[in-house]
């Protein structure tokens, strides 16, 4: 799970309309990557709730924020399934399948960043997605190149 929050004096912003985009105040990045998604099998609901470490490039320090996301199915689920079988001349073969679940959504998400904002948000234009997924690389024995081909990475 990953945020960004970039705080930016607008007042500023109309003094510096000739050439700039005003007075950032703050500019946060971070992301943790253990955040479990809690969701309904039918994707009629799902929450994630995260505490966001955010470096901010303007002041150089750190700050905690708090993330909360909510979800609501606001339409039909729909449900689609692939299979891939390909075969790359002298290098060998890839098959692979997919099974995806989704439903369109709206969202609520609320930030806390402590001492700088908090905002909360709504978007009537968010999916829920579900996807599984595999793939397996079968190399030739005597093909001596990288094989990439399923997930961007080295087999």
């Known amino acids: 799970t990953a945020l960004a929050v970039r705080v930016i004096d607008t007042c500023a912003r109309a003094r510096a309309a000739a050439g700039g985009d005003g007075l950032v105040l703050f500019d946060g990045m971070g992301m943790v990557l253990e955040t479990p998604l809690q969701a309904r099998p039918q994707l009629g609901r799902a929450s994630v709730t995260a505490a966001i470490p955010l470096d901010d490039d303007v002041s150089g320090r750190t700050v905690g924020a708090d993330l909360r996301v909510r979800w609501a199915g606001a339409g ?43 905002l909360t948000a709504t978007a009537s234009d968010a999916v829920l997605e579900r996807v599984r997924s595999g793939c397996l690389e079968i190399r030739w024995p005597h093909y001596t190149g990288d094989s990439n081909w399923c997930f961007g990475f080295p087999a």
């Open 76 to 118: 039909p689920l729909s449900h689609d399934t692939g299979h891939s079988h390909v075969r790359f001349p002298l290098a060998g073969i890839v098959n692979g399948h997919g099974n995806t679940w989704q439903r369109p959504a709206t969202a609520e998400v609320t930030v806390d960043v402590d001492g700088v904002v908090s």
